[in-house]
């Protein structure tokens, strides 16, 4: 993802391909998917240190997309702080997405996406964009003030 004045573009890194240095530095969120988001919870706080988390049971997506197809879909997502590095889980509940997708391939869950910080937004759209030869996706999202700001 990458972040500027509250926008945010996801990217879904292919395995074993070398990625553009300015995508690979100051790395803001890391996300994962999770088969069962309590249970993700825990093992980040009780194994990774993770002190709390804000939990939303449902966060009302609107105008989700999946494939170029509107793609109404269900999640429980939480964020959290492992030292500067946000930690977003999502758990889907229903509808087909990137995330139900994701745990049909990984039933486990698993690192879905990450994102880093830029000082350029239209600059870091560019780099995402000549770097499609490993980059799967791109995702426009907004972030609401509370979750995108780490703790003091």
Partial sequence: MLLAD??????????????????AQNVFQIGFVVPDIHKGMAFFKDKL???????????GLEDETYLGQPAPLTVRLAFGWCGNTQI????????????????????????????????????????????????KA??????ASPISTPPA
């Fill in 6 to 23: 509250g926008a945010a573009v996801a990217a879904i890194v292919t395995q074993g391909e070398e990625m553009a240095s300015t995508l």
């Fill in 49 to 59: 240190g993770v002190p709390e988390f804000l939990f939303l049971e449902n966060p």
């Fill in 88 to 135: 977003e889980l999502i758990q889907p509940i229903a509808g087909v997405s990137t995330y139900s997708k994701f745990l049909e391939h990984n039933p486990q869950g698993g690192m879905h996406h990450y994102c880093t910080e830029v000082d350029n937004y239209a600059q870091g759209v560019k780099d995402m964009e000549s770097a499609s030869r490993w980059c």
């Fill in 138 to 143: 791109a995702v426009t999202m907004k972030h």
